[in-house]
């Protein structure tokens, strides 16, 4: 298998940070593919924890090429700072590309976002408020800069230039102060020195690896319910988390893609507005929530908690093409002596499987559940499938069945060790 994608089936946050990592040790190139700094992928490993935003959580393994590719938003700043914090540890070894083609994402960016979100008030999406949505959109209305701009002389003219075209958006449609393009560009110029020399062409890298033989590990970002199509529009985010958008910017195509490993938690998660049918707004979910450390890893906001919902995840596992699933933090149910799963909805007195994610219709659905019986153990030192309680298969099995997917990996706990491989 040469080219593997790991995708979240979920609203994001399902464990992509920790398998890239698991994964990424038996591929020789891990690339990003969409998203930006939006992400925060938490890697635990030789008892320390990494939160990565932008940087490829296989960068701790050694002797490995990072790429962010086209699809990727760059905050230059928050690259810059990841880039500075793993040098000051010892773990950068230059071992990272940012494709030319690469979106920018410069504090004026993040500004609009926020202003943006503030303006619409109660229909907020609840964003990172990371610049995403305002980057991506300068993108297609092509007036976005690109990591490849930054090795021309003309770069901090164009900054300058983006923040006086903000301005007119910043004071005539928000309201707001406007922005002093030189405090801009000075804020920004420092990150060239970092940034530039890792800048260069991306697909290239990635075509001679296919030749040579090599093996590449895609990274998803987000989770297909976020995806700006597929997903709750508009509570979603402004790129393609489903296994589609890694062969947008990456280089590669269709034939090239051998396995694509879904990520699932147990459970259910969602931070930010839109509609999420399983939500557990009692104590059950709010159990989830503190067993789980469900708190957003990159705002630190509570994540909303629910029951696994299977219909959704089998509409992720259709428009990604999973080969198989990974379920993560199924210790987190541990306690359970019932545990929930929706395996339908209730929709205009109908039942139906194949969900509607236009917010309006799904909001007004009614999840049908089945109860399932709880392993009531420990299982988070467990490494071996035979020791799973029987229940724990049980649900497992369940689950493989509704979706016609195999579970080949099991997480257990948030270290990089607590995996069963089946
Ligand atoms: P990502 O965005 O998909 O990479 O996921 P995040 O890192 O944002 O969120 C997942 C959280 O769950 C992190 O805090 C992980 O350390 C943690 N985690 C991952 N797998 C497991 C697991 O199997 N059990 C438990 N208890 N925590 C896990
Ligand atoms: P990872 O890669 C969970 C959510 C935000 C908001 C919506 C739009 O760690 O799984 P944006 O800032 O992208 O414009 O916000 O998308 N969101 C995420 N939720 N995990 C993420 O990334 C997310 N990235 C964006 O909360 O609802
Ligand atoms: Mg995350």
């Known amino acids: 298998m040469s080219v593997t994608a790991v995708v979240g089936a979920q609203w994001g946050d399902e464990g992509k940070g920790k398998l890239a990592h698991i994964l990424g040790s038996s591929h020789d190139l891990i690339l990003r593919y969409q998203g930006g700094s939006n992400a925060g992928h938490t890697v635990i490993a030789d008892g320390t924890t990494y939160k990565f935003k932008l940087i490829p959580s296989g960068i701790l393994h050694e002797g490995k090429l990072n790429l962010l590719c086209d699809g990727v938003v760059v905050n230059v700043l928050t690259l810059a700072e990841e880039i500075t914090g793993l040098r000051e540890r010892n773990q950068f070894r230059g071992e990272l590309l940012i494709s030319r083609h690469a979106h920018l994402v410069l504090p004026l960016h993040c500004m609009q976002d926020v202003y943006f979100e503030e303006a619409k008030g109660k229909r907020a999406i609840g964003t990172t408020r990371r610049g995403i949505g305002p980057a991506y959109a300068d993108k297609y209305f092509r007036v976005g800069l690109r990591a490849g ?253 509704y979706v016609e997917l195999p579970v080949s990996i099991i997480s257990v706990g948030a270290d990089a060790t607590a995996t069963i491989f089946r």
């Open 149 to 401: 701009d930054m090795l021309k002389d003309n770069f901090g003219h164009r900054v300058r230039e983006m923040a006086r075209r903000k301005n007119v958006l910043f004071t005539g449609y928000y309201g707001q102060a406007e922005v002093d393009p030189d405090q801009v560009w000075a804020q920004v110029e420092p990150t060239v020195e970092i940034l530039a020399p890792l800048v260069g062409d991306s697909t290239k890298v990635v075509r001679q690896a296919l030749a040579d033989g090599r093996k590449i590990l895609c990274e998803g970002a987000q989770g297909t319910l976020l995806d700006i199509d597929y997903g709750t529009y508009p509570y979603v985010t402004s790129s393609h988390p489903v296994s589609g958008g890694a062969l947008l910017g990456t280089g590669l195509s269709w034939r090239d893609l051998d396995r694509v490993v879904g990520i699932s938690k147990a459970y259910t998660t969602r931070v930010g507005a839109g509609p999420f049918p399983t939500e557990d707004l009692g104590e059950e979910g709010e159990r989830m929530r503190e067993a789980g450390a469900e708190y957003g890893t990159v705002t630190g906001r509570p994540r909303r908690c629910g029951w696994l919902d299977l219909p959704l995840l089998k509409y992720a596992s259709q428009l990604s093409g999973f080969t198989e699933l990974a379920l993560t933090k199924t210790d987190v149910l541990d306690d359970l002596a019932k545990i929930k799963v929706c395996v339908a909805y209730q929709s205009n007195g109908e039942t139906i499987t194949w969900p509607d994610l236009d917010p309006d219709v799904l909001e007004k659905c009614t999840p049908v559940y089945e109860n399932l019986t709880g392993w009531e153990t420990a299982t988070t030192a467990i490494r071996q499938e035979a020791d799973l309680p029987s229940a724990f298969k049980d649900y497992i099995r369940f689950i493989e069945d």
